[in-house]
């Protein structure tokens, strides 16, 4: 039976695939993205209702992705960003096929290329990219039994407060997802205790700029790896009500319980660490750093951008951080929801070629793998801060794009010995 045959395959339709998809057309490289369900279905059915963009339209984005209707300053609904990578996807033509899983990759024997089996049928192919996320499968800590009755859900499931019963809830986890959805159940009446790790909270707006703005121009995203000693800190940042700075102190003040780091649960009462004044100290040295290192930028280049003195005020540490809470009895507080808003890992079972080390991480430089022919695109600190969100994989995308080219540059040549039609002499 013939089998299906392509140059490059990228596996997953997301910001990512598209990416690959827009530069991989470019250099008329002929290939096919596979998304097993719709183009950026995780903007649809992984994501809360009300969730907006993080970052502003004008950043948010990457050439020829545009968002009709939109200020450039406006934070996108998380619904007219997916339209907006379909019609991204429409105009460049991309060779999608929705609807179709790929199931394993394996690399062919003692021949080029890799075997590729998909929920409709085999497929060869010379390059395989894996685009197929960085926030795959939701983490939830195994820490609460089902059988205490309270509901569990990951923030990939949460949409809103209607869906959870009445009661107090418990949100795990304080980076982006976490603090937003905290701050939403609260406002609907919830009485919400929020469990806050170590985190960055960059100020959203500084001297007229968004921190998109800061964090470009000094550098940030650009950031090859995290800085010395720190591993990869969540950014806690939100684009809810035209955006704000995420400020847990302000939380505390509007009535929710800050506790520190969930650590176990017990015969009913959840044990959190002693580290939230840690953590919430930490968050606010992170972002007067980034007030210091913007005013020493304006100096620097004689910006007219005006001075903001009052956005150092922090405000006083409210009761739950200066006499912390290290237990809660779930029943006794009324929670009956758990939202675990405690991020993701990844999930490459699929792809059973040498690109992984013994724990299972992708090995790559810059997404270009250890098994010659496969990349990676759109993970973490792929090849810099940026390289997750929607602006930064479009570089990285140009990147792997480019190392095809060359690699098939070397997989055309014919040598000396060979006339140019391609037979040995
Ligand atoms: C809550 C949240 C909010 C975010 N907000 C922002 C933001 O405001 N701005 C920003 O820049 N970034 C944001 N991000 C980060 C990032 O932009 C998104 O996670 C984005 O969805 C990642 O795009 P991707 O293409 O890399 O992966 P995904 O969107 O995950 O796309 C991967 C695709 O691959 C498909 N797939 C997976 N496995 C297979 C398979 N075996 N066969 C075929 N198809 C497969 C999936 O169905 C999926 O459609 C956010 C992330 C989260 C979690």
């Not at 939830?140 to 869906?163: C, D, E, F």
């Not at 972002?287 to 922090?314: H, K, M, T, W």
Request: charged share 25%; with cysteine; net charge neutral.
């Amino acid at each position: 039976m013939s089998v299906e045959k392509i140059e490059v395959l990228v596996v997953g339709a997301g910001q990512a695939g598209l990416a690959m998809s827009g530069h991989l057309g470019q250099r008329g490289v002929p290939h096919l993205v596979l998304e097993r369900s719709r183009i950026a279905e995780r903007w649809r059915s992984e994501r809360w209702d009300g969730l907006v963009a993080n970052g502003p339209a004008w950043h948010d984005c990457y050439p020829g992705l545009e968002f009709p209707g939109y200020d450039p300053d406006a934070f996108v609904p998380k619904e007219k960003i997916a339209d907006s990578f379909v019609a991204y996807a429409e105009k460049i033509k991309a060779p999608i096929r929705c609807g179709v899983e790929v199931k394993s990759v394996r690399k062919n024997e003692g021949r080029p290329g890799f075997r590729v089996e998909t929920s409709q049928g085999a497929i060869e192919a010379n390059f395989v990219i894996a685009a197929t996320g960085a926030f795959q499968k939701p983490i939830i800590p195994a820490l609460v039994p089902g059988s205490t009755g309270i509901m569990q859900i990951h923030s990939t499931a949460y949409r809103n407060p209607g869906q959870l019963p009445a009661g107090a809830v418990l949100v795990v986890g304080a980076g982006s997802s976490g603090a937003q959805i905290a701050e939403e159940l609260m406002r609907a009446g919830r009485r919400v205790y929020l469990s806050v790790g170590p985190h960055d909270r960059p100020p959203r707006r500084y001297r007229g700029r968004d921190f998109c703005w800061w964090l470009g121009v000094l550098g940030k995203w650009d950031a090859a790896a995290p800085a010395e000693g720190r591993e990869h800190t969540t950014i806690a940042v939100s684009g809810a009500d035209g955006g704000k700075t995420v400020d847990f102190r302000n939380l505390a003040a509007s009535g929710m319980t800050l506790v520190g780091r969930t650590e176990k649960f017990k015969d009913g009462v959840m044990h959190f660490a002693a580290d939230l004044a840690r953590n919430v100290a930490q968050g606010d040295a992170n972002y007067l750093s980034v007030l210091d290192e913007a005013d020493a930028f304006v100096a620097r280049n004689g910006l007219d951008l005006a001075e903001e003195p009052e956005a150092r005020l922090i405000g006083p540490d409210p009761a739950c951080m200066t006499n912390p809470i290290r237990e809660v009895n779930l029943a006794d507080a009324g929670i009956t929801a758990i939202i675990w808003a405690t991020g993701f890992s990844s999930d490459y079972g699929w792809l059973q070629v040498d690109a992984f080390d013994a724990k299972g991480k992708p090995k790559h430089q810059r997404g270009v793998s250890s098994e010659p022919g496969i990349y990676f695109l759109g993970l973490p600190w792929l090849s810099r801060r940026g390289s997750s969100f929607i602006w930064g994989v479009w570089h990285d995308a140009k990147y792997l794009a480019d190392h095809i080219t060359t690699q098939r540059g070397y997989l055309a040549y014919k040598g000396p010995q060979e006339n140019r039609t391609g037979n040995r002499q």
